[in-house]
């Protein structure tokens, strides 16, 4: 363990020593001294940082503080309680300070504290609470205004990345410092307090314990009782008087001994006057000077010495700034270039996901993806690109986000140490959990702990544990965002596969009849459809057939779709049972005929916008419908407008699935149950 963290640790340890442990009154006075020196140095370097994250230890440094004066009024009353002194320093204080009159003592003592109480802990506490919650506030503007200037490239991915932990930085320190203004007050309350049981029971132990008159016993008593709040308040001044100043003006990388060492000493030159004023304090009062010429001998050395560190590692930066050359790479355009790579599929995830991916947690999120890219190249024909695996400190610890080529698709939020459980319909109030909603389907859904899920399973519930729910929302994302990840580089690689086996088949379609970007708009068109393009031989044996008669590839698509009409009945129907549609009337399909403008780039359908609605609103009624049934929505229509049916839909209905007569085998038993006709 490193020294600085070590001194923390048993700094906090000597306290814990001071509440249970009687102290010697010369190690009183030397602590009251250091207590007053420590006061003095956080009220400096308050008012020497120009910003608050400069000092952003200062919240826990409040607590810690505030906890020695504790410590150190306990030793004082014990001191004083017991043996009727408390070290000179206290003495010094009730006697020179005021003059040895109790009732100035007194006075002065109760004017510290309501100016501590009233003005400045009053203050401080109402400082903290506005700001932090106008700086919660303001976050989202924040956040707003760094991605405009990354957008419009004023600043890099790293500036932005600084910024934003910078506002995560204020908004927990002045979280922070609302609770810690707290501490301040509740201070100022328990000196008032400690003052008041301190002469009472002094009162009362002096005369019935150690023989002293009445006179005698109160004047012992309320002037070390006096010296002692004078002693504690005037620190507790300093430190609440720069809980104003900080808060007015968090966070941090290192651990709180780092922190507290390299924040509270980063001036130097501040511990220079602490210092001096601890010096004059031994020279003008009567003090033991040993011990004020001791305490700030060492400050001055500290300070001292903390000056040559600063100035011998400036000296080392400077010397390896002049003798690093500058690097040619950086200066090249490769360097910039490799900025532009852009992952086809991102999986991102906070923090508290990390055992997902860890193997040395258990975690198999890596095996998870290897198994999701060989179901997929089954079910879809195509390779998936590779997953992109990282962790990202910008993101809720239980968030995890799904980006496709850059751009974020989906999101979801997992809970490592539960369950997911869906309700089969009817639900078990027994079964209780937090609410949320299924990421893949959109299913409502409750987190369950392991307690739970054996009572889950008996009463129906779907129970799923947290690795298969993110494999599952990521094998649907990348399902339904398939046609994207499909280009001509990808499409090469397909077809070049394909020739290992079919080189005739493959030398007659391309690049004679069509181009690989025209192959390529074909298989997105049936990826972009769910339809598998697994089965690549036959749909090149339709593109051969007949791409020499249309260079149309949403024609050519339809006809592709029609070969492989034994994978499209197979895909949607259930062996044994009847396949439940929606039909469109004879009077929509003429007006969707006679709506088809034909130009040069290609066909597309131009209805009036009220037929348009009307046609859209009764599809989505009776496939509405057909949904209640729990069935999946299908339109069957002819083949001639089935394209154009579904170019009308698939904005409003991307849900619906649209077939033609063609593309259903001879066998499949179809039953209407609904017919599109807009009244």
């Excluded at 708009?521 to 769910?530: A, R, S």
Aim: proline share 4%; hydrophobic share 45%.
């Amino acid at each position: 363990m490193k020294l600085k963290e070590l001194s923390v640790l048993m700094g906090v340890i000597f306290i814990v020593i001071m509440l249970i442990i009687p102290l010697p009154t010369t190690l009183i006075d030397f602590l009251i001294i250091t207590n007053i020196s420590l006061s003095l140095i956080v009220i400096l370097v308050a008012m020497s940082t120009k910003d608050s994250l400069q000092f952003s230890i200062f919240p826990t440094l409040l607590l810690l503080v505030t906890l020695f004066r504790i410590g150190l009024s306990v030793s004082t009353i014990r001191s004083i309680l017991s043996q009727a002194d408390a070290g000179n320093v206290i003495d010094t204080f009730g006697n020179f300070v005021v003059g040895g009159n109790a009732l100035v003592g007194f006075v002065v003592f109760m004017v510290l504290v309501l100016i501590q109480f009233i003005v400045i802990t009053k203050g401080a506490e109402r400082v903290s609470e506005v700001g932090a919650r106008f700086t919660l506030d303001a976050m989202p503007g924040k956040q707003m205004s760094i991605d405009a200037d990354l957008n419009a490239g004023l600043i890099s991915d790293h500036e932005a990345k600084d910024r934003r932990e910078r506002i995560e930085k204020e908004a927990d320190f002045y979280g922070a410092m609302d609770g810690a203004s707290k501490f301040v007050k509740g201070d100022a309350i328990a000196n008032i307090v400690i003052v008041f049981i301190s002469m009472i029971f002094g009162l009362i132990i002096g005369m019935m314990q150690m023989g002293m008159d009445l006179g005698t016993a109160a004047r012992t008593y309320t002037v070390l009782t006096i010296g002692d709040g004078l002693v504690t308040q005037i620190p507790a001044l300093l430190i609440s008087t720069a809980t104003g100043i900080i808060v007015t003006r968090a966070a941090s990388n290192g651990t709180l001994g780092e922190d507290l060492t390299s924040q509270l000493f980063a001036y130097p030159k501040m511990l220079y006057v602490a210092a001096a004023t601890i010096f004059l304090l031994g020279v003008l009062t009567p003090i033991d000077k040993w011990i004020t010429f001791s305490v700030a001998g060492l400050i001055a050395a500290g300070a001292f010495q903390l000056q040559r560190m600063e100035k011998h590692t400036l000296e080392n930066e400077v010397a390896a700034s002049n003798e690093e050359e500058p690097k040619e790479d950086m200066k090249s355009p490769e360097s910039v270039v490799s900025l532009l790579q852009i992952e086809p599929i991102e999986f991102e995830f906070g923090y508290g996901l990390i055992p997902l991916a860890d193997t040395n947690q258990g975690g198999d999120m890596l095996d998870r993806v290897v198994m999701i890219r060989r179901q997929l190249a089954l079910e879809l024909g195509m390779v998936v690109p590779v997953i992109r695996i990282r962790d990202n400190i910008q993101l809720q610890p239980n968030e995890y986000v799904i980006k496709i080529k850059g751009n974020e698709i989906s999101k979801g939020e997992l809970l490592l140490d539960h369950y997911m459980a869906m309700s089969p319909g009817i639900d078990d109030e027994s079964i209780v959990g937090i609410e949320t909603i299924e990421p893949a389907f959109g299913l409502p859904a409750i987190w369950i702990n392991e307690e739970m899920k054996e009572q889950a399973e008996l009463s129906g519930y779907t129970v799923v544990d947290p690795p298969s729910v993110v494999s599952t929302h990521l094998t649907e994302i990348i399902k339904k965002h398939a046609f994207e990840l499909l280009g001509r580089q990808e499409t090469k690689q397909l077809v070049d596969h394909l020739k290992e086996s079919y080189p005739a088949l493959v030398e007659e379609t391309t690049p004679n009849l069509l181009s690989i970007g025209e192959i390529q708009k074909v298989l997105k068109g049936l990826l972009k459809e769910n339809i598998s393009i697994r089965n690549l031989p036959v749909i090149f044996e339709t593109l051969a057939d007949y791409g020499s008669m249309t260079k149309d590839m949403s024609l050519l698509t339809e006809y592709v779709r029609q070969s492989l009409s034994r994978q499209i009945t197979k895909q949607i129907t259930t062996p044994g049972e009847p396949l439940y549609v929606i039909t469109l009337s004879g009077s929509v399909e003429k007006k969707v005929a006679d709506a088809i403008q034909q130009t040069e780039h290609g066909n597309f359908v131009s209805l009036n916008p009220n037929d348009s609605q009307a046609i859209i609103q009764a599809s989505q009624q009776e496939a509405e419908r057909l949904a209640q049934m729990g069935q999946a929505p299908i339109i069957l229509c002819s083949p001639a407008v089935r394209m154009y049916v579904r170019q009308l839909l698939e904005r409003y209905l991307p849900q619906v699935t649209i077939l033609s007569y063609n593309e259903l085998e001879a066998e499949v038993e179809v039953q209407s149950v609904g017919v599109v006709n807009p009244a």
